[in-house]
């Protein structure tokens, strides 16, 4: 198993280009969620899904769009990057919320690291 | 509002010593609780958990105390090991609804030799 991947590892963009990030994950994990982690913050939650065709918003979600067309895949999109955007995100799974017989554990792929100019 | 928090920024230690890090939270209705360390350039790894009904729970070098009336819980780490040094994530979460994780601002635990 490859686990949480994310793609790229590393991302430089101008104000106001948009790109997506990408993460997969090959556990059949139902739960996908995205953070960004920034100095002094810790890991600020800013999307997550509870299933495939299911999404909902985290702490942070200004700026950001996300799609879970199924359950491997869910990616993030920047749609008008801004500099207020830097930061290293970070891609999570774990089983269904739903059943609590399943530890609270969320898998966290390496990070993307992105900057924006 | 910054419902978990992690006060130290960083702590140093001895080798073979024991690290203690804390965290607070403020939201009463979290019932479970998770530290995650995390080394430079890889995401989050997943240490130990708790749930509310506990007031401690030990793996290995390892033992997360609770506090509830506190809302206080430690991670004890002994004997410290040179590999230890990270930042380390304090997490915590209800066990109603999606259970979202919120997470504390981090601690750098720095193992001397």
């Known amino acids: 198993n490859a686990g949480v991947t994310q793609t790229p590892k590393f991302q430089v963009l101008k104000t106001g280009q948009s790109m997506t990030l990408q993460c997969a994950q090959d556990m059949n994990h139902e739960y996908m969620s995205w953070y960004r982690q920034d100095p002094g913050m810790g890991l600020r939650l800013i999307h997550y899904s509870v299933g495939a065709g299911i999404t909902d918003q985290g702490e942070v979600p200004n700026g950001y769009n996300v799609s879970r067309s199924t359950t491997e895949d869910f990616p993030l999109r920047l749609l008008s990057a801004a500099p207020s955007q830097t930061s290293v995100y970070f891609c999570?799974?774990?089983?269904?919320?739903?059943?609590?017989?399943?530890?609270?554990?969320?898998?966290f792929g390496p990070g993307t690291r992105l900057t924006v100019t | 509002d910054q419902q978990v928090k992690q006060n130290s920024p960083s702590l140093s230690v001895q080798e073979g010593r024991i690290s203690i890090l804390n965290c607070d939270y403020t939201?009463?209705?979290?019932?479970?609780f998770l530290w995650y360390k995390k080394y430079p350039a890889e995401g989050p790894t997943f240490l130990i958990s708790?749930?509310?009904?506990?007031d401690k729970n030990e793996d290995g070098r390892f033992t997360v105390f609770l506090n509830k009336s506190a809302k206080h819980l430690s991670l004890h780490i002994v004997p410290s090991q040179p590999g230890d040094s990270a930042v380390y994530f304090c997490a915590a979460s209800e066990s109603s609804g999606a259970q979202k994780l919120v997470f504390g601002q981090g601690t750098r635990l720095t193992i001397n030799p």
């Open positions: 999570a799974s774990r089983r269904s919320p739903w059943d609590r017989s399943t530890s609270y554990e969320q898998y």
């Open positions: 939201n009463s209705m979290f019932d479970y």
């Open positions: 708790i749930s509310s009904i506990k």
